[in-house]
Structures are given as structure tokens and as C-alpha cells.
């Protein structure tokens, strides 16, 4: 007979073993204290608390109700160690987990014009944005139907929200060291923004 316990993660209540709690709660700690310097600290945990959510969801089914601790050694070798992370070069473990990523297609929010479709193909294809809207032009002139075209992908696309799908729509691995080093750039990204329009 195992000890199990209730925890909220990022609005969703799992059950989890006693063991399984302990080694989650040190990664997370260690993740919380590898951050401490950060001035964009709470958004990276919690997307990173938000990615092990969801990986904790796709091990839940019918059968099996509690996260154990082989769930969360399986979920901490796939989101990496917090030494790992921000140190600049991949490891091994992160280069075979790169190789075995697939992108996803999403429509992109960052770079859109209108609903973000040609952006998230161009991203999809690892083209210029630009060249997937001019196709679309060519095609909404030359045969008049790439305006339906546009509306049904805008309809049936999603829209990357989170870190994790924007992640995804570039083909990166989902794990600890790319969600900080997204953040960082986010963040950096924004604050170069507010400089320029200060001056």
C-alpha cells in the first residue's frame, strides 16, 4: 500500500504517489532556484509547470488514475535537468530528444498579418512568411478560392498560445532549457521594443 496526495498543477488536480511527490517537488525546487536570478522567473516555471501538466495528463487514462515516480523520472528526462540549462551547447540526451521531435501546425501569433495562418505554415515549411503570402495572393487573383483557403485554415489551425506549442511550431523539444532560453528571448525581445520607442 502506497501514501498518495492531491496537487494542483497549473489549475489541474492529479493524484501522486508519495515518492513520485518528493522527486517532482526537488526538480521543481531546483528549477526555482536555478531561475532565482531571472527577472522573468514566475513566467518560465510556469511554463514549465504548465508542460509537466500536460505530460502528467497523456499518462492519466481510465486504467491508471496516480502519477508515480517512474511518470516523474520519465517527465524530468524529457524537460532536462536544470544544470542543463542556459548552458549554451546541447548534451546528448538533448540532441537525441532534438532528432526526435516533430513540428506541429499552428497558426502564429507573434508574426501575423491577419490570423497568423501563413506565418505558422511558413514556420511549419522553415520558409519566409512573406513568400507562403504571396502564394496566397497568387492564388486568391489567379483562381479566387485562396481566400476560402485562408478562412478554413484560420478556422481549423489553433493558434500556438503557450510556450510549449510555440516550441512545437518551430520543431524545438518541449523541455526545461528551451522554455527558459524562449522566455529569455521573449523577455529580451519586449524589452528591446520599449527601448526603441522611448528613443
Known amino acids: 500500500m ?19 511527490y518528493l522527486r517532482l517537488k526537488e ?14 522567473r514566475t513566467d518560465i516555471i510556469s511554463d514549465i509547470e504548465n508542460r509537466i501538466s500536460e505530460l ?10 496516480v502519477i508515480t515516480l517512474q511518470d516523474v ?6 524537460m532536462g535537468d536544470p544544470v542543463e540549462i542556459g548552458g549554451g551547447s546541447e548534451t546528448g540526451q538533448d540532441q537525441q530528444r532534438s532528432s526526435s521531435t516533430t513540428k506541429r501546425l499552428y497558426r502564429d501569433p507573434d508574426n501575423r498579418v491577419l490570423g497568423g495562418v501563413c506565418s505558422g505554415i511558413g514556420q511549419y515549411f ?7 503570402r504571396v502564394i496566397f495572393l497568387i492564388i486568391f487573383f489567379g483562381f479566387g478560392i485562396g481566400f ?15 510556450t510549449a506549442q510555440k516550441l512545437e511550431m518551430r520543431g524545438d523539444p518541449v523541455n526545461a532549457s528551451n522554455i527558459g532560453k524562449f522566455m529569455r528571448d521573449e523577455f529580451e525581445s519586449v524589452k528591446n521594443t520599449f527601448k526603441g520607442k522611448k528613443r
Do not use: C, G
Not at 523520472?73 to 524529457?78: K, M
Not at 522553415?126 to 507562403?132: A, E, F, L, Q, S
Not at 483557403?149 to 489551425?157: A, D, G, H, K
Open 126 to 132: 522553415n520558409r519566409d512568411p512573406i513568400i507562403v
Open 148 to 162: 476560402l483557403i485562408y478562412i478554413i485554415l484560420w478556422i481549423v489551425v489553433p493558434e500556438a498560445r503557450t
Open 2 to 20: 502506497k501514501k498518495t496526495l492531491t496537487i494542483n498543477l497549473s489549475n489541474q488536480v492529479f493524484h501522486i504517489d508519495e515518492d513520485a
Open 56 to 65: 502528467f495528463a497523456e499518462r492519466i487514462s481510465a486504467e491508471k488514475h
Open 73 to 78: 523520472e520519465e517527465i524530468i528526462r524529457i
Open 27 to 40: 526538480y521543481l525546487d531546483r528549477i526555482e532556484s536555478h531561475f532565482s536570478n531571472n527577472e522573468e
